[in-house]
């Protein structure tokens, strides 16, 4: 029997994560391991200034008073009996598209776990506002993870699947997505207290998009289900030749 670990950044209450483990029941052996509260923006942070304390919430079902790396890491290297054949993470209401990744708990949790040798994918609802079409991302993220779990994914990769939030019958089709640029004007906010002192409020704010036609947010703006490999390794190869060609010898 197949085991499949879930997961999210949003917490162990959160809509999302709950209706996939209802429906994820039917490829096998599912375990919920997630934040005991919201931790949205966590990134790949583990907690290492305080002990974590897991609570046993229902039969698989596991908190723990951590960030979403904190649930993959322990969960899999102390609560799990056997590493599990796939970790889900998400659903994540809000998309996480272009530079987004780099902040997201979804993501990081997906990619703790690629880091440890099991499959992952990061799954997010592009949705800005309600009504949420959760339904959607759970048929499909269902249908992945049963064709990954049959064929597997290439070493050292996860996927980040965005899903348009919208009904089922306008949903474009699926592409495969180079991650963009998703960069936020004016998303810090001065506010004042009410003894006049000054504070600085990070969030919100308008993005902008890589304009190119085979992003993540391309597909989205149209639509399409977007699903982007990522890799484990960063490095960027052509800045790597440049630099051992004409720096080298400057910085003897």
């Known amino acids: ?11 162990i209450h959160a809509p999302g994560l709950q209706l996939l483990f209802k429906d994820c029941r039917k490829l096998g052996k599912i375990t919920i391991i997630a934040p005991e509260h919201d931790n949205s ?10 002990p974590l304390r897991v609570r046993e919430i229902d ?14 890491t322990i969960g899999i290297g102390k609560i799990l009996e056997e590493k599990p054949d796939l970790v889900i ?17 979804t993501v990081s949790a997906a990619i703790e776990s ?13 949705a800005e506002s309600d009504p949420l079409y959760y339904e959607n991302a759970v048929d499909f993220s269902v249908r992945l993870a049963e064709l990954i779990l049959a064929k597997g994914l ?26 963009g640029r998703r960069l936020y004007e004016d998303a810090i906010k001065e506010t004042f207290d009410p003894w006049g002192r000054k504070h600085y409020w990070i969030g ?21 289900i977007s699903i982007t490999p990522m890799h484990l390794d960063p490095t960027n190869y052509e800045a790597l030749k440049l630099l051992q060609r004409e720096w080298a010898d400057l910085l003897k």
Do not use: Q, W
């Open 1 to 11: 029997m197949k085991h499949i670990l879930l997961t999210n950044d949003d917490g």
């Open 41 to 50: 923006a966590a990134s790949h942070s583990l907690t290492m200034n305080r």
């Open 59 to 72: 039969e698989n079902v596991y908190a723990i008073n951590g960030t979403p790396t904190d649930c993959v």
């Open 89 to 105: 993470s998400g659903i994540n209401p809000g998309p996480n598209l272009g530079d987004d990744v780099s902040y997201s708990g």
């Open 114 to 126: 690629t880091m440890l040798g099991i499959p992952a994918i990061a799954v997010s609802l592009a």
């Open 154 to 179: 290439p070493p050292d990769t996860l996927l980040n699947v965005n899903i348009p939030n919208t009904a089922s019958d306008r949903i474009g089709g699926i592409a495969f997505t180079r991650r």
């Open 204 to 224: 919100g704010g308008t993005p902008s998009f890589d304009a190119g036609a085979d992003t993540d947010s391309a597909a989205i703006s149209v639509n399409k």
